[in-house]
């Protein structure tokens, strides 16, 4: 009975063909018999397509939903193992994988904007560095003007 948990093909194989064949066997009864299990039957299959169906798909479709809008944080629901459930599973592998991928981005981002804020703050230490030093240059050079005004002086007191 395993054959029948894992597909959802196998499970409405089944509940078809069982009502087949009980509209098979009340047919041979009575008119109004077959009529209520022909009813029962359709009844049966469409819960076993809702509850094998739809209703996997729709919580599919819901958390697609959430992914598309970026939440990577809630699980996508496995409903069944059939063909839905597989798609399900692997939709949440990539919810996972697309989740740890996101985080190393942020994280490598944060590591980006702290490294610029370091190398922002490194290049206003050399400006400031660099003013400083111009206006230790500009003091140098007053002095030896002043300096070479004086030698100038001395030199012609001296040849006077």
Excluded: C
């Excluded at 064949?21 to 076993?48: D, P, R």
């Excluded at 992914?67 to 496995?78: K, R």
């Excluded at 990539?94 to 991928?101: D, V």
């Excluded at 985080?103 to 050399?126: D, G, I, P």
């Amino acid at each position: 009975m395993n054959w029948i948990t894992h597909s959802i093909r196998n499970k409405l194989l089944l509940v078809s063909a069982s009502g087949t064949l009980l509209l098979l066997i009340a047919s041979q009864f009575n008119f109004w018999l077959m009529l209520l299990v022909g009813v029962l039957s359709f009844f049966l299959t469409f819960w076993a397509v809702t509850k094998n169906v739809y209703n996997p798909a729709h919580q599919l479709i819901l958390d697609y939903g959430r992914l598309a809008q970026g939440n990577f944080t809630t699980p996508i629901t496995l409903l069944n193992s059939g063909g839905i459930g597989k798609i399900a599973a692997s939709a949440e592998l990539t919810r996972t994988n697309l989740g740890a991928i996101f985080h190393k981005l942020n994280e490598l981002a944060t590591e980006v904007s702290n490294s610029a804020r370091n190398l922002s703050s490194t290049a206003q230490q050399v400006v400031s560095a660099s003013i400083q030093q111009s206006e230790s240059t500009a003091s140098t050079s007053a002095a030896v003007e002043q300096m070479a005004v004086s030698i100038a002086s001395v030199a012609e007191n001296t040849t006077a």
